[in-house]
């Protein structure tokens, strides 16, 4: 928590951080008071895809938890009503945490993300037939197809990680959201950080977690530091392999886990 940083490997690559910003777009939400987002979204673990659509219809619009898709589109919405602009305030926050200025959103694949969002275009527009969305859908659309495109290093990722490692207290010191609120977070992270594969995560490495389809995953160990890895060998479940097996690898060596 001190900003030291240990790194091995590819740390300087960039990828394309992906559901990752779920997390951070999340804490945005809940910095302000009476933010009123658990009407709009549980805190359960889904159990399925985390672009599945049958059990939004099934439970009313209302999505399971805030890190796969549908939640992390109600998110975005929910930041963007609140701000007015949801990427800038995610970048102002990345940008800060990260101490990189430069952090800024792929365009190519806010591109690509746009042009083969049938799925979460889908989602977003099943969630406004049940009046769970606030604003035009092409324009909260909008901002979680750039949102996910936000290119990052591991290094910055774990300086990024340590607002919750140091449970809510940002890189300059000031604080962002209350301690209870980043054990909150960090706890919807052990149970629905990597979809539906939290169970096995939590049974292998027992840290809350947050991965991307971009290959990255965020570990935190609450209170101590942030570990970030990165490989682009994706499972079926979307979660990086080489990262999985190298946080299970860690937590082993080094006995650090919440449990
Ligand atoms: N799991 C992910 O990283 C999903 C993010 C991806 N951009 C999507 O919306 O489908």
Redesign the pocket.
């Known amino acids: 928590m001190d900003g030291t940083v240990h790194s091995v490997g590819d740390f300087h690559v960039r990828f394309s951080m992906?559901?990752i910003t779920k997390v951070f777009t999340l804490a945005l939400v809940m910095s302000r008071a009476d933010h009123g987002i658990w009407r709009r979204v549980g805190r359960e673990p889904s159990g399925s895809a985390?672009?599945s659509l049958y059990q939004l219809e099934f439970e009313n619009g209302i999505p399971r938890n805030p890190l796969i898709?549908p939640g992390a589109i109600v998110v975005t919405d929910q930041l963007l009503s609140d701000t007015g602009d949801a990427l800038s305030a995610l970048l102002d926050l990345l940008r800060a945490e990260t101490g990189n200025p430069e952090l800024s959103v792929d365009s190519v694949t806010a591109g690509s993300?746009a042009e083969t969002?049938h799925?979460?275009r889908a989602l977003a527009y099943l969630m406004a037939s049940f009046d769970n969305m606030r604003n035009p859908v092409p324009e909260a659309l909008d901002h979680y197809f750039r949102q996910?495109s936000i290119t990052i290093s591991t290094e910055e990722l774990a300086r990024a990680g340590l607002l919750l490692a140091r449970h809510g207290v940002r890189a300059d010191g000031g604080r962002l959201i209350d301690h209870g609120d980043a054990r909150r977070i960090m706890s919807i992270m052990l149970n629905c950080g990597t979809?539906d594969a939290a169970g096995e995560f939590a049974y292998r490495i027992g840290l809350p977690c947050k991965?991307?389809?971009?290959g990255g995953i965020l570990a935190i160990v609450p209170g101590r530091y942030s570990v970030a890895t990165w490989g682009p060998g994706l499972d079926t479940k979307?979660n990086s392999v080489a990262g999985a097996a190298a946080l299970e690898a860690f937590t082993d060596l080094t006995h650090c886990s919440v449990f």
Do not use: A
Not at 211 to 214: E, Q, R
């Open positions: 992906q559901s985390f672009n898709n993300e969002g799925r979460n996910c979809y991965s991307g389809v971009g979307g």
